[in-house]
């Protein structure tokens, strides 16, 4: 039976080159020079478009045979016209050293560029072999001669030209290269720092991989994981959609568990191969060897490139790419190409959809049901293509998926035979596929997937087969992910140039992951973010404070995805509402960890591994998950002036929150002052005090100041509405008279405990607790993170002791600049002088086991204001704490965004001073020492303001729009009013030695 197979195509014509997707492109040196002898002359096509390429900022460069012919370029001063010449005099090669894989390969890494960001233009069929093998991402065939077409095609050229003077330039493409260094100013970032690169195959280190390497795109997510592997101890090809959550209860221990988690999807990835049906080859099996995987930053693609040589000694070039497509959300895409080295045969694939999956990843979740898919319907398409619908077990979401795998054969007569197996949850194709030495064999697998959480769709499984029938090739997919990934780079983007090589690529990973979880595709969604993004499923996919993190960062460049995820508070109101009065409390109390509607999803007890005992878990009590989201809600309207939104969400929000924490606040007539007793902060150690028979804590410092803060803002919420609507906000949003004035009271005499020299205590009697011995239990214990369970399987408790997981009192320096917080507590009658502020941080940084990620972002900043070199320290060391997984193995169950999204917005607003408040952007720059510049590109109340800050100088750039001025407030400089098209530059104000630079 014929399967979808159809011959490569050739495409004649003026072609434009995807400068999106290129950083260079080789020439072999056959299609550069016509004559050798007696004198040296060039093809002027060829040279025409290498100069058109090297004006446009694409690096090029010649492969060369041997000496004489680099001398020969040399002789006809035609060197200098490429950025490298490169041949047998760098490596050891034969004599046609241009047709090997490795001689381009290594031309490649001379130009410091990945070849899947690269192309080959060669005029020979060994040429276009050696480029499709090596993985480069464009391979130009050049048939000067018009008789080696089909040829050049068939062995793996995607588009072959007679003449050079035919590859067109899209100039528009060319502007459009955002991340150029000559584009940009004063940035430092070459190719390596856009590159996730590994080497090898790592069983020990493939799932901190695969969670690294997750492609997305706020939708919809699928872990960097082989399409050739299965789940289990090494791999975990994991797939997620945003707010598919469902709940399953486990009796276990003699403990009912009920749990709701991010479900984890039908894996679309499986594309098995095999030169003997029932020999799949496998990426961890023997056999493989130079298996390399890349993921593209830029492009959101990742690559995987292998060679595999079976027990007869066939071997095998396996060059792959997968997407998940962020132009078009429900849709992924991937390719592989088959090269038959030295054999020809039959080649075997097989193309599924995993169904039977389930949630299987967190070890600690072992014991707890984890099937969450119910199988609702399968079947295949004609004449290729396969569908599954699947229905989770008590949400009740119905998830289809439609895939289309089609081989692309270079024999447009070659009979490609389809096998088509129904086992239930599990529908598989197998493709018999007849194929020569030498010639590639391309397999494209396009997947759509809908739920029917989505919207305007009859029916998943329609939708789903509908879309991927309409798709195009991945070659088309590709362009417009691209474009669209481009689109996010340029508003994103934030470019440091170190004295001492900072890891741009780390910064750039973060973005990244923070774009695949909030991307603008979820702007329609009633989706909150997880603190693990959709990359695993650690926390269940649950929502936390994390998220005030990542709103930092949206506001100032994506804000419309900020304002859907407020809109996914906003929606879950009254349930929080009907959680306050459960305790007996006025307002909304929203969940310290939350799911799909918005009840509280936090467990009453974990289970202990290092005892192997349930313990207690009372992280219910961190109420300040309420302050994290009206913080957000007013951080949001301050950037944007959106009065509509804060009309129409934020203020019933932001009031509602309020309300709860002042009824939480009682008065204490001993002292004249309100308090507020039986709360957690986020320490997240400290749930009680030594020996107390209820957990719970008194005056927590940080719950208490930002009561203060949220009661403020309301307070001005209401008078900046009645403004500018006119009548009386206050009665429309329910606040009376009585009430407003309770809470102007509580403004002045709310309790902040403090101990020694005017040191911010964490909470009451905090100062009393033993000190911990931080050295020795590090010594024995290695990484001491989660010192709770520690202690706890010693028969100890971290309540003893003055040793916190992560920021508490120093998260007030986090999201309150020191002057803000001096004055929060002057109005409470509270003196608190600038030395205090460095003792209080010295304090509690000699205090801390930074068992969260989040903790070095916070340490950073407020370092930033006392200790600059400190602060760098615990930058990097944040940056680092994905990518080298400083976490003890919590990374492989997904990223941690809060973490990742703290340490850009500590580049931007940590080290430019930037704040959002009284209707003005505030700067106030102070860079490392390490740091030369900084360069980001801001949204704020609909201005585009490029701005770039050196150790001298702020330059602010306005682009063309027709948002009003906007008022800027540089440290050192009078306020001034800067308009559309604008450019201001100002020195910027050196720090005073010993000062506080945010005072």
């Keep these: 039976m014929s399967s979808g197979s159809e011959p490569r195509k050739i495409l004649p014509g003026a072609v434009r080159l995807p400068l999106e997707r290129l950083d260079a492109v080789l020439f072999d040196l056959d299609v550069v020079l016509r004559d050798v002898a007696p004198d040296v002359t060039a093809f002027p096509d060829t040279v025409e478009l290498v ?16 000496r004489r012919c680099r001398e020969a370029l040399r002789a006809g001063g035609l060197a200098e016209l490429f950025t490298a010449v490169v041949g047998a005099d760098d490596k050891e090669q034969p004599e046609r050293a241009g047709s090997e894989p490795a001689t381009l390969l290594l031309a490649a890494g001379t130009l410091g560029v990945h070849p899947a960001r690269a192309g ?7 040429g276009v072999l050696a480029a499709r093998s090596a993985g480069f991402g464009l391979v130009i065939g050049l048939d000067r001669d018009g008789g080696a077409t089909a040829e050049l095609s068939r062995h793996g050229a995607d588009l072959v030209f007679t003449s050079l003077g035919a590859v067109g330039i899209d100039e528009d493409a060319a502007r459009r290269r955002w991340w150029q260094t000559s584009r940009t100013i004063e940035a430092s970032v070459g190719h390596a720092g856009w590159l996730l690169d590994y080497a090898g195959v790592d069983p020990d280190g493939e799932g901190i991989r695969e969670v690294l390497c997750t492609v997305g795109n706020g939708y919809l997510a699928a872990r960097g994981a082989a399409p050739e592997v299965d789940a289990g101890p090494v791999h975990y090809p994991g797939t997620y959609a945003a707010g598919v959550f469902n709940r399953l209860r486990t009796r276990v221990h003699g403990h009912v568990h009920e749990d709701e988690s991010l479900v984890n999807l039908p894996n679309w990835l499986v594309l098995r191969w095999g030169v003997d049906q029932d020999r799949w080859v496998s990426t961890d099996g023997p056999g493989v060897s130079e298996y390399r995987q890349t993921l593209d930053l830029r492009a959101g693609v990742l690559h995987r490139h292998y060679r595999y040589v079976d027990g007869d000694g066939r071997a095998t070039t396996v060059v792959s790419a997968t997407l998940v497509s962020m132009a078009a959300p429900h849709l992924a895409a991937m390719h592989a190409t088959f090269v038959p080295e030295n054999w020809s045969g039959t080649l075997h694939v097989c193309s599924a959809i995993d169904g039977q999956v389930t949630n299987r990843q967190v070890a600690e979740y072992a014991p707890l049901a984890g099937r969450h898919l119910q199988p609702a319907g399968q079947g295949p398409d004609d004449p290729v293509g396969l569908w599954l619908r699947v229905r989770t077990s008590q949400s009740g979401i119905d998830v289809a998926l439609a895939a289309r795998t089609r081989v692309l054969v270079p024999d447009a007569q070659a009979d490609v035979q389809r096998q088509v197996e129904m086992t239930t949850g599990r529908p598989a194709e197998t493709f018999t596929i007849p194929v020569c030495e030498g010639r590639p064999v ?26 991927v029938a309409r798709a195009g090739s991945f070659d088309d997919l590709l362009t417009a992910h691209v474009h669209a990934w481009r689109r996010l780079w340029e508003r994103s983007h934030v470019e440091l140039r170190t004295d001492t090589g900072m890891p741009a690529l780390a910064l750039n990973l973060h973005t990244y992951h923070l774009l695949t979880a909030t991307s603008t595709n979820l702007v329609d969604l009633d989706v909150g973010v997880g603190a693990r993004g959709l990359h695993g499923e650690g926390y269940r996919g649950h929502i936390f404070w994390d998220e005030v993190f990542v709103h930092r960062v949206l506001v100032l460049h994506l804000p419309e995805v900020s304002r859907a995820l407020l809109l996914y508070r906003w929606r879950r109101l009254d349930a929080a509402r009907t959680a306050a009065a459960a305790v007996g409390r006025t307002g ?6 939350s799911g799909s509607d918005g009840r509280d999803e936090t467990p009453t007890e974990l289970f202990n591994t290092r005892s192997n005992q349930w313990m207690p878990d009372h992280s219910a009590l ?29 203020a019933e929000l932001m009031v509602e929150i309020a309300r709860f924490f002042a009824d939480l606040a009682e008065e204490d007539p001993a002292t004249g002052r309100y308090g507020i007793t039986g709360v957690m902060g986020p320490d997240e150690f400290h749930d009680g005090y030594p020996d107390a028979d209820t957990p719970g804590l008194t005056n927590n410092a940080y719950t208490n100041v930002m009561t203060v803060w949220l009661l403020h803002r309301v ?27 309770r809470w102007r009271d509580i403004t002045s005499r709310m309790y902040v405990p403090f101990h020694g020299r005017q040191i911010i205590s964490q909470f009451d009697g905090y100062a009393d607790l033993a000190e911990f011995d931080l050295p020795s239990y590090t010594a024995r214990y290695g990484n001491i993170g989660r010192l709770d369970l520690i202690l706890a399987a010693e028969g100890d408790s971290p309540n003893r ?6 920021a508490d009192v120093l998260m007030l320096l986090y999201l309150l600049s020191a002057e803000e917080l001096r004055d929060l507590l002057a109005g409470l009658g509270y003196r608190w002088p600038r030395p205090a502020l460095r003792r209080t941080v010295e304090y509690y940084v000699e205090r801390i086991s930074h068992g969260s990620t989040l903790c070095r972002v916070v340490y950073a900043w407020v370092q930033a204001r006392t200790d600059r070199a400190a602060s760098w320290r615990f930058f990097t060391e944040a940056l680092s704490a994905d990518i080298s997984d400083t976490q003890d193995g919590t990374t492989r169950e997904g990223i941690h965004l809060g973490a990742m999204a703290g340490t850009l917005d500590l580049a931007e607003r940590g080290y430019l001073g930037l704040e959002t408040r009284h209707d003005a952007l505030w700067l106030n720059p102070r860079l490392p020492q390490e740091m030369v510049s900084l360069h980001t590109l801001l949204t704020y109340r609909g201005h585009q303001l490029h701005l770039t800050v050196t150790r001298h100088d702020l330059t602010l750039a306005v682009s063309p729009c027709n948002a ?13 009013t800067i308009s559309s098209g604008q450019t201001i530059t100002v020195p910027v104000k050196p720090a005073p030695p010993g000062r506080d630079p945010q005072s």
């Excluded at 080959?120 to 060994?126: E, Y």
């Excluded at 002791?801 to 992560?806: H, S």
Aim: glycine letters at 10%; proline letters at 5%; charged letters at 20%.
């Design 622 to 650: 961190q109420r300040h998950v309420g302050l994290a989201i009206a913080y957000s809600v007013w951080q949001y309207y301050q950037a944007t002036g959106d009065l509509d939104f804060l009309r129409t969400y934020g």
């Design 51 to 66: 100069e058109r390429l090297r004006d446009l900022g694409l690096s090029t460069a010649v492969v060369v045979a041997h």
């Design 801 to 806: 002791y003055q040793i916190g997981k992560q």
């Design 442 to 467: 391309r397999v494209e697998k396009t997947v759509a997937i809908y739920t029917s959480r989505d919207r305007a769709v009859t029916e998943p499984a329609t939708a789903a087969r509908q879309a």
């Design 588 to 593: 909304a109390m929203f969940p310290w960890q």
């Design 120 to 126: 080959v233009v060669d005029a020979t069929k060994a």
């Design 715 to 741: 307070r001005e919420v209401i008078d900046l509405l009645g403004c500018h609507d006119g009548g009386n906000p206050a009665d429309a949003l329910g606040v009376g008279t009585e009430e407003l004035a």
């Design 964 to 976: 009003g001025p906007v008022t800027v407030r540089v440290a050192g400089h009078p306020p001034t």
